[in-house]
């Protein structure tokens, strides 16, 4: 028996169709340090098409790729419905990456236009004559970009184009945008999403059990648009007819509080170090964070102290969530069992997440498979119609198991789908045929009233193999001790893990994304150009 329901392709056409039909009225809106500009969904949905003519106009076709070098601002957001809905590529280009890498991606991925912020004109025009394939320079903005010689200006482009652009019929499955990994390894790696995945990504997204958009929400993705889709949010909260509050460069923790308080935002997402800076900064400002019903945290393990205190200093929820660029990046968020009681909340809320509905996951040791039952630890692998299958002309077979793809992060699971991951597979430190949980200690270290920041590598050991070397950043003023810290840590971890050697630095160099970045660590450690004190 055949089903008789009618097959309509799953596209980015038809999320940017009904937002701009159904919420002609929702805002987007870019803050511009002073004052904010705003547009409705229909102003929004009538450039785009203007974007899409014009981009039409100069040669781009089916497939092509089409690069943004832009903060979220609003027009990222036409160029995130223009560029796949007209049959070409979106590829959004990561604003922090070093000028080799940047140059990587471009000319790998074969980008024939970009479109790019006057304000970033200057890091882009540094690797701008290697760039092979590209055509066009679009800029927004009207600022100086004589260092990219002869370029199209965004806001003439459209004025030069009319309403009423024909959107071709696209195939649910072909290419809608890519992104490129973070390279903490080797070279970075794209990843391409097609319109299908993104379209049940933003389902999955708008759900109540995972982001419950409304149109009724008023989202700030402090998450760059570059990373991951800006965790979907652009596409979903459309889908949803929520407002957006874009905050352009004005990422730091004073216009971030204040964006959210003029502005009544409900809802944002960003990494760990951006809600450390806006908690340090509400502890010592007036701030009105009573807007916000729910604050999403991940790309690293967020710390509980982090979450308690948001939680009983301003009653602001964080909740945790778990993916990565290959998994769209959606695959687990941190809400709490029905079941479970007020004490035991934050237990639950400080786990890495409970894997979504849509994504199947595994553990594995080799080609064994190990139970759900939150004691055996092996690889995560997860599968799904949002998760890539492969990589964009990188043949990489080793990241991929049997149909599942192998995330690189080591952990447990229990019955109840609880992942908590206790390492990346590169991280993990082996001491004396035990494994220590670098993740652990540093959450566990941030945890101390007196540590803003704490990371902990493996190092060799002539007894053990192996040991933590911790790497803490302390708040200004604070006298604590390596021995206080190790006391701190001895109550709260298992006493063998704590570590013996210490280094006090200014900051956790991060990754383009705002991860740790722990090879930068390794490299500093190995070139004696961390001061190491050896206690205990």
């Known amino acids: 028996m055949q089903s008789t329901m009618q097959d309509r392709p799953l596209t980015i056409n038809a999320i940017f169709e009904h937002g701009r039909r159904v919420h002609a009225e929702s805002e987007v809106v870019t803050f511009m340090g002073e004052g904010s500009r705003r547009a409705s969904y ?34 990222h957001m036409e160029a995130y419905f223009a560029i796949p809905a007209m049959s070409a590529v979106l590829h959004t280009l990561n604003l922090r990456l070093f000028p080799d890498q940047l140059t990587y991606i471009i000319n790998h991925a074969e980008d024939r236009a970009i479109i790019v912020d006057d304000s970033l004109v200057p890091l882009l025009a540094r690797v701008a004559p290697d760039l092979k394939t590209v055509e066009h320079f679009i800029v927004v ?24 652009f024909e959107w071709p019929e696209i195939e649910e499955r072909s290419a809608a945008a890519m992104c490129y990994t973070s390279g903490t390894t080797g070279n970075p790696k794209g990843v391409v999403y097609s319109h299908r995945s993104t379209f049940l990504h933003s389902l999955a997204v708008c759900s109540g059990s995972v982001f419950a958009l409304t ?90 102290s982090l979450m308690e205190r948001f939680q009983v200093r301003f009653g602001v929820k964080i909740i945790q969530a778990w993916g990565m660029t290959e998994t769209s990046p959606l695959a687990a968020m941190a809400f709490p069992p029905k079941e479970c009681c007020d004490e035991e909340l934050m237990d639950w809320r400080a786990k890495t997440g409970r894997i979504r509905h849509g994504v199947d996951l595994r553990i594995t040791d080799g080609d064994q498979v190990l139970p759900w039952d939150g004691t055996a630890v092996g690889e995560i692998e997860v599968r799904g119609p949002w ?150």
Not at 224 to 249: C, E, K, Q, T, V
């Open 387 to 536: 998760i890539t299958a492969a990589y964009y002309g990188d043949d990489t077979p080793e990241k991929f198991h049997d149909g599942w793809l192998r995330t690189g992060d080591v952990g447990t699971v229990d019955s109840k789908g609880f992942i908590q991951i206790t390492d990346r597979a590169k991280d993990v430190i082996k001491s004396g045929g035990e494994w220590i949980s670098t993740v652990e200690l540093e959450t566990t270290l941030m945890a101390h009233p007196d540590v803003i920041e704490a990371a902990v590598i493996g190092v060799p050991d002539e007894k053990w193999d192996e040991r933590p070397l911790a790497c803490v950043v302390l708040r200004e003023g604070a006298d604590v001790t390596a021995d206080q810290l190790r006391a701190f840590l001895a109550e709260r971890v298992a006493k063998w893990w704590v570590p013996e050697r210490w280094a006090f630095i200014d900051e956790v160099p991060k990754t383009s994304v705002g991860k740790f970045d722990k090879k930068v660590l390794r490299a500093r450690r190995e070139h004696n150009e961390l001061q190491v004190i050896e206690v205990g």
């Open 215 to 304: 149109e009724r929400d008023r989202i700030l993705p402090i998450v760059p648009m570059f990373h991951a889709n800006a965790w979907g949010l652009p596409y979903a909260g459309w889908m949803a007819g929520s407002d957006f509050i874009m905050p352009s460069r004005f990422l730091q923790a004073e216009p971030l509080c204040r964006l959210m308080a003029d502005e009544r935002v409900t809802f944002s997402g960003a990494v760990p170090t951006i809600w450390s800076d806006v908690l340090r900064y509400a502890e010592k400002n007036p701030v009105d964070l009573s807007s916000i019903r729910m604050i999403i945290c991940g790309g690293s393990a967020v710390p509980r």
């Open 141 to 164: 903005g009207d600022g100086d970009a004589s260092a990219l010689g002869d370029v199209l200006r965004y806001e003439e482009l459209l004025a030069s184009e009319e309403i009423g």
């Open 42 to 75: 229909g102003e929004v949905a009538e450039r785009a098409e203007k974007l899409a003519a014009a981009l039409k106009r100069l040669g781009i076709g089916e497939g092509d790729r089409v690069g943004t070098f832009l903060w979220n601002e609003q027009e």
